[in-house]
């Protein structure tokens, strides 16, 4: 009798335990607010080092309402819950899921009328490790960067913001020979005077591999630095530049020559 209680009390526990595994390793969900469409901005994204989940919606609720529903129903969870903001043109409600280590939040804007929400849930616990970022290049002078790269490695993008002390032109040229360091061509430049402010843009290729770098005139000794880099084989199916196919093309004939080369391995 003993021995029958016994083997169903470990059942019993060998499945609570399961069952806590199944569901902590399910996704974590982002912010929903009812009625409203949600779109995905990417997959999981590494944002200085900590993973986020980011969507967006519009709704034609206002934007009290919206914040409204968040606020009252994580504190009727009875989690920390933080409201900030005007509540007409922009807002931020957030709060903390202690157990889970998670935050969850929703940042309003309007526009067009509309509240456009961006959904967000961020992980406290777990950081990413370092990784180097092809491509993405450190300038001297710099005054901020913050990286943000997708999950869905190896045909994920990687990018980095930066604000760098140093003029445009000088700052172009340091992006130029930093990218040469690494082997990365440059094969387009496009530049001049936007909207009253000097903008350029460089594309540079290597192997198969594309690094976008958007360069825009602060003020006269401060220039800010968009750079992204994209592999050629991307899940997603969003096609590469023409560049990119070419550089691909121009290492697949260096590698066939290299091993028609005499004493190569077949």
Request: aromatic share 6%; hydrophobic share 35%.
């Amino acid at each position: 009798m003993l021995s029958t209680a016994s083997s169903a009390l470990r059942r019993g526990l060998l499945l609570g335990v399961l069952l806590t595994a199944l569901s902590a390793g399910a996704e974590q969900e982002l912010p929903v607010y009812p009625g409203a469409v949600h779109t995905r901005i990417g997959k999981d994204l590494v944002i200085s080092g900590e993973y986020y989940r980011l969507a967006y919606f519009t709704t034609d609720d206002t934007m009290e309402k919206v914040a409204s529903y968040f606020e009252k129903h994580w504190r009727g969870l009875g989690y920390p819950t933080v409201v900030e903001g005007d509540l007409r043109e922009e807002a931020v409600v957030s709060a903390l899921y202690t157990r889970e280590g998670l935050q969850r939040g929703v940042v309003l804007r309007k526009h067009l009328g509309k509240t456009v929400g961006f959904s967000v849930l961020r992980d406290l616990w777990v950081r990413a490790p370092r990784k180097d970022a092809p491509g993405l290049v450190k300038l001297e002078g710099t005054l901020f960067s913050q990286d943000i790269t997708t999950r869905d490695d190896p045909g994920g993008s990687r990018s980095r913001s930066s604000l760098v002390q140093g003029g445009l032109e000088a700052v172009r040229q340091q992006v130029s020979e930093r990218l040469a360091q690494q082997g990365f061509s440059l094969v387009r430049q496009m530049g001049g005077p936007m909207g009253g402010e000097q903008r350029f843009t460089l594309e540079h290729a290597r192997k198969g591999e594309q690094v976008v770098t958007t360069l825009g005139q602060v003020d006269a000794d401060t220039t800010a630095l968009l750079q992204m880099w994209m592999g050629s084989d991307r899940p997603d199916a969003v096609p590469n530049d023409e560049a990119v196919r070419q550089s691909r093309e121009a290492w697949e004939r260096e590698q066939k020559a290299a091993q028609a080369r005499p004493g190569n391995p077949p």
